[in-house]
Structures are given as structure tokens and as C-alpha cells.
């Protein structure tokens, strides 16, 4: 049985304090409203991951993320943190090719291949983000544009190591536009997510492989998505700097 994950991405946001405190709250409300069998991950900016770390301790079903790690396993590289630092933290997933990478950052496809083998490499959970923008919905050229993606940087893997892998499908055209991604789309994309993956590596690998929702996930939508059969949770942005609502969020699975 594949996992139920809600992973918080926290972006560039939150002071040392104000981290420590989310995360604080976090963890007792995970506890105190005991809640299982729903992995959930901390993605905080790099300086936040050993606090944060320290904070979440060994309690059962919260890791600790990044948002980001180089291609390179190390050596001169101003300003870059590796796969292999991460992992001496304690950090057991990472975000990768996440929309506002590719943008803003101009990271390809070879890139990305290259930081899922050091992610791997070094015993990371790759959180691998794919997706397309208005124009592409538009033109109706939505699902090859992302299977695109999936090939480009992932099919290279051995059937053992994409078993490592966790996909997240951002509909970037749903994201600060106006426009609202429905969970019968989200689901009609996850679903052809897995039958691009059953393709390459089977349907049983296909079926063991967690598929995040990661559009504008909240409260008052969450449980429709994650009912949908292919929808297995969320990569949440703005409202998992709320820690109600990101709480919420990770009880809206019927379990």
C-alpha cells in the first residue's frame, strides 16, 4: 500500500523564531490528535533544517525535508548544499524541480536528473515535482508536456531506485491566476501520471508510488482531493505556515 504524504514546503518565509514555534506546534498537534499513517514532511529553507530537525526529534511519521540540493557531490561551489550534507543532518527527503526552480532558476531536465541521482545516491527521498504552465493547458498539450518531464529526468532509474521516488504534480496554470484546478482534474492528471509510470516500470511499481497534489491545497479542499483514488496527498505551500491549517490538511484523508 502505497503512503498518504503531506509535505510542507515553507518556501523562503519564517524567521529562526518563527520556525521554531510552527514547528513546535506542529509536532504536539500531530501528537495530541494522534495521527497515523499519514507521513508528514517539513520542508523549511536550508538554515531552519537542524533546528527543526532537533525539534521533531524520533517522532514517529514527521521527517525533515529541503527544498532544494546541488547536482554535485561537493567541492567549490559557493553558496550550494549538497545531497551528502543533507543526509549527515538527518534530512531524509528533498524537493525537487519544483516549478519556481525551473523558472526562476532556468534548472533543465539533464539538471534535474543528475540531483535525483544524488539525492538517491546519499539515501534522500526525492520528492520530484512536475507540471505545466496556462498556455500549455490551454493548448491541450498538458499530459505530454509533463510525462516529458518524467522521462526526461527520472526513466533513467533502475526499477529499485524510482521505487524511492515520490512524484509531485504542480498545475502551475491553477496557481495565482484565478483559475481553479478541480479534484476530478487533479485526478484525471494523477491518473495518467501512473499509467505513464506502469509503462516504464510496471504496474506494480506504478501502484506503489506516492502522487502529491501540489496546487492550492487547503482545508476547505483537501479532503475531495485526497478521496480522489489517485491522489495519495499534497505538497502545500502557503498554508503550511499555518499549523492549523496545515493539520488539518494532513487528518483530511479517510483513513
Not at 508528514?40 to 525533515?64: C, E, K, S, T, W
Not at 557531490?73 to 550550494?80: I, N, R
Not at 548544499?81 to 534530512?91: D, E
Not at 541521482?117 to 498539450?141: K, V
Request: aromatic share 8%; glycine share 10%.
Amino acid at each position: 500500500m502505497r503512503k498518504k504524504i503531506v509535505a510542507g514546503n515553507w518556501k523562503m518565509n519564517l524567521s529562526f523564531e518563527e520556525g521554531q514555534q510552527l514547528t513546535s506546534e506542529l509536532v504536539n498537534m500531530y501528537r495530541d490528535e494522534a495521527i497515523k499513517d499519514v507521513v508528514v514532511v517539513l520542508n523549511p529553507p536550508f538554515p531552519h533544517l537542524y533546528p527543526v530537525q532537533r525539534l521533531v526529534g524520533d517522532m514517529a511519521g514527521i521527517f525533515v525535508g529541503a527544498q532544494n540540493c546541488s547536482d554535485k557531490e561537493g567541492g567549490a561551489f559557493t553558496g550550494e548544499v549538497s545531497a551528502k550534507i543533507l543526509a549527515s543532518f538527518g534530512v531524509s527527503y528533498v524537493i525537487l524541480g519544483h516549478s519556481e526552480r525551473r523558472e526562476y532558476f532556468k534548472e533543465d531536465q539533464t539538471l534535474l536528473a543528475t540531483k535525483v541521482n544524488q539525492a538517491l545516491a546519499h539515501g534522500l527521498t526525492p520528492i520530484f515535482c512536475c507540471g505545466e504552465s496556462l498556455e500549455i493547458r490551454e493548448s491541450g498539450t498538458h499530459e505530454e508536456k509533463v510525462m516529458e518531464q518524467l522521462t526526461a529526468s527520472l526513466f533513467h532509474l533502475t526499477p529499485e531506485e524510482f521505487s524511492k521516488v515520490v512524484i509531485a504534480y504542480e498545475p502551475i496554470w491553477a496557481i495565482g491566476t484565478g483559475k481553479t484546478a478541480s479534484a476530478e482534474q487533479a485526478q484525471e492528471m494523477h491518473a495518467a501520471l501512473r499509467g505513464h509510470l506502469a509503462s516504464k516500470y510496471g504496474q506494480a511499481i506504478a501502484a506503489q508510488t506516492s502522487i502529491l497534489y501540489g496546487g492550492s491545497a487547503n482545508p476547505g479542499n483537501a479532503k475531495e482531493l485526497f478521496g480522489k483514488p489517485d491522489v495519495d496527498g499534497g505538497l502545500i505551500g502557503g498554508a503550511s505556515l499555518k499549523s492549523r491549517d496545515f493539520i488539518e490538511i494532513v487528518k483530511s484523508f479517510e483513513i
